[in-house]
């Protein structure tokens, strides 16, 4: 609460919407409205500021998808697993074979790059940690996706 109780030394002056006690050593001390005035303009503050970044525990996988003749393959489908949580985040290679998969959480992943075709390639014992981005070119093999690469 933002209020000061009257003493033989003080004396009240106001100036709307503030009120100001001044004492017989002549320090304003402000009263009623200071309040109120401090909330919004900390409020209009705070609504203003932008919010920090707090370092975030995750990292990406990048790389580049190739065929047998070391061609880029585009449209590949890549999962990226981890193996703790069993959660999954999915990314698909560009004109260039170029895939990111991003903001995976620190632990280990498996990989899995799938496209018809092509067998289905899987990488494991991928480590994430902060700010980690590891590197991880892919190479198919021709042959049915129901084939599997370890």
């Known amino acids: 609460m933002c209020s000061i109780p009257d003493t033989p030394d003080t004396f009240d002056i106001s100036l709307s919407p503030l009120r100001f006690r001044i004492s017989s050593s002549g320090i304003p001390v402000v009263l009623a409205g200071a309040c109120h005035m401090l909330m919004i303009v900390l409020a209009v503050a705070l609504l203003l500021c932008p919010p920090l970044d707090a370092q975030q525990a995750s990292g ?7 065929d047998p003749s070391g061609g880029s393959v585009p449209d590949v489908s890549i999962t990226a697993t981890n193996l703790q949580t069993g959660d999954h985040r999915e990314a698909e ?3 260039s074979g170029t895939y990111v998969i991003s903001q995976l959480p620190v632990g280990d992943y498996r990989l899995e790059a799938r496209k018809d075709g092509f067998k289905t390639l899987m990488r494991r014992g991928i480590r994430i940690d902060v700010n980690a981005s590891p590197t991880l070119d892919l190479r198919l093999q021709v042959g049915d996706v129901s084939e599997r690469i370890d």
């Open 93 to 95: 290679t560009n004109a």
């Open 60 to 66: 990406n996988i990048t790389g580049v998808v190739t």
